[in-house]
């Protein structure tokens, strides 16, 4: 009998398995949960919309974040090119997708804020429905001030009164045109040109349509320049 022979004998009569029984087949990495991929397609209403998974998973509470864990509570039907179905309008989800990758809220003029936070409470997305609420509310308190309105008035004065003028206003007052009409005013020996110099300013201080002058720079000016 040979040396092999002997010490499978022996380990048999000891009740161990053959050398060649104890060896196992090689194993492979452990199977696990399968790792998402980085990028999601969305079909909302019809639009196309590709961004990443850590773009809609900003707000733990909201509709979007459940859809990227493939919650068992959210029906989430996808297309046939496997992007998740969304049956809301693709307009108003830009304004939503663009808030959550940068964190402000940019709404085209066609679109209304309000159709922003109507889509920010269908996606629970907390942050920007306090933000949408905000512009609503700073824009209605715009609407009922009305739309901003000037006064003009138009002073006349000679050239070398011009700098002066210009330099003493205030209170708001801007300068607007200038008119040159011609050297009509004799002054010794030469003619001086005389102006039209017209001046506005917004009416923050108006009640029942009237200004109200806030100093006497602004009387000083026009008694100084009007001739009319």
Not at 72 to 91: C, H, Q
Not at 182 to 199: K, P, R
């Amino acid at each position: 009998m040979t040396e092999p022979q002997v010490l499978e004998a022996a380990a048999a009569e000891q009740g161990e398995p053959p050398q060649q029984q104890q060896q196992q087949q090689p194993r492979g990495p452990p199977k696990g949960k399968p790792t998402p991929p980085r990028w999601v397609r969305l079909n909302v209403g019809g639009t196309y919309f590709v961004t990443t998974r850590q773009t809609l998973c900003k707000e733990p509470k909201s509709f979007l974040f459940r859809l990227c864990q493939d919650h068992p509570d959210l029906d989430s039907d996808k297309d046939a090119t496997g992007a998740f179905l969304i049956d809301r309008d693709p307009a108003y989800f830009g304004p939503v997708l663009n808030y959550l990758r940068h964190g402000k809220l940019i709404v085209d003029k066609n679109l209304a804020e309000e159709g922003v936070l109507e889509e920010a409470e269908f996606y629970n997305i907390a942050s920007l429905v306090r933000l949408a609420k905000e512009r609503i509310r700073d824009n209605e308190n715009r609407t009922s001030q009305g739309p901003v309105k000037h006064v003009y008035r138009v002073l006349q004065c000679q050239e070398e009164e011009l700098t002066q003028m210009v330099s003493t206003m205030s209170d708001g007052w801007k300068f607007e045109q200038l008119i040159s009409i011609g050297s009509s005013y004799n002054y010794g020996n030469e003619d001086q040109a005389e102006f039209l110099c017209v001046v506005s300013r917004e009416l923050n201080n108006a009640a029942n349509g009237v200004v109200t002058e806030s100093s006497q720079k602004a009387k000083i000016l026009q008694e100084r320049g009007s001739r009319m």
